[in-house]
């Protein structure tokens, strides 16, 4: 690891949610640091674009993370294609407004089962998924779970999804005790948590002049800017690297500030998607 092309020398990653975002920026900055990635999407164009601009390096698979067979099947692609299994990155989630998440008098059973679906459930297929396959090859390995600021920073005027703050928190708790109980196996397990970062799924809320207002007091870092998918990808190579081999059950805010800033509300303001 004398080179930062080399820091992911000899590692195959798989993502789950790869194809877009977080995930697809994620895929580029691991190949560009050695490794051979598999991404995963439920979009089949997404996944054809984005595993063409990852070249040989990469391959895709489509598919839902929903899906408990989704993880098991694109780290079987992994084996097959590159040999070889090193590292999970969960990515894969999003706000579950439209589905009936909100404050918690205002939430649906649906929108209640269905988020919980898509942001905790593919988390627990996919990490069982990885621990079945490091236990297998008797090797150690490393999975990151994507969480947010909203699971123990929350921001009622703007970000009350209360189903989705809560998936996110049970992420945190579902890595610190996976940590904890395969640490002997050198099984690593750690959190990324970002604040609102320009995504498709914060679409709405990048394009609220309001929330632009508060999130410059809110992530006053770098000008008081909504955070950008490449602003996470240096901190996820290092957790997926060996250069994190003595890290695990962490949890880091790459945030702009957002978990140490008050933040001030503009007078006029609206609700918007989750960060």
Not at 27 to 33: D, E, L
Not at 119 to 144: K, Y
Not at 183 to 188: C, G, Q, T
Request: net charge neutral.
């Amino acid at each position: 690891m004398s080179s930062r092309g080399a820091f992911l020398e000899g590692k195959v990653i798989v993502i789950i949610g790869g194809t877009t975002g977080l995930g697809l920026s994620a895929a580029r900055a691991c190949v560009r640091a050695g490794a051979r990635v598999v991404i995963t999407g439920r979009n089949a164009g997404s996944v054809t674009d984005a595993a063409a601009a990852l070249g040989v390096a990469g391959a895709a698979l489509a598919g839902d993370a929903i899906d408990p067979g989704h993880a098991p099947a694109a780290i079987a692609l992994a084996r097959e294609r590159f040999g070889g299994f090193h590292g999970l990155y969960h990515v894969a989630g999003g706000s579950g407004r439209r589905m009936g998440d909100g404050p918690l008098h205002e939430i649906t059973d649906e929108g209640l089962r269905a988020t919980l679906e898509l942001n905790l459930h593919s988390v627990v297929f996919s990490n069982r998924a990885a621990v079945r396959q490091f236990l297998a090859q008797g090797s150690g390995g490393s999975i990151l779970n994507l969480s947010s600021v909203l699971a123990w920073s929350p921001s009622p005027t703007f970000f009350a999804t209360h189903t989705y703050a809560s998936a996110k928190a049970a992420i945190i708790g579902l890595t610190k005790s996976t940590a904890a109980y395969y640490a002997p196996r050198d099984i690593r397990c750690n959190v990324l948590a970002p604040a609102l970062v320009e995504t498709p799924m914060a679409r709405r809320a990048a394009g609220d002049a309001t929330i632009q207002q508060f999130t410059a007091t809110k992530q006053p870092l770098d000008g008081g800017r909504i955070g950008r998918p490449e602003d996470c990808d240096a901190a996820a190579v290092y957790f997926l690297s060996d250069a994190a081999r003595f890290v695990t059950g962490q949890v880091l805010a790459v945030d702009g500030g957002w978990t140490v800033s008050e933040g001030q509300i503009p007078p006029a303001s609206s609700p918007a998607d989750s960060p």
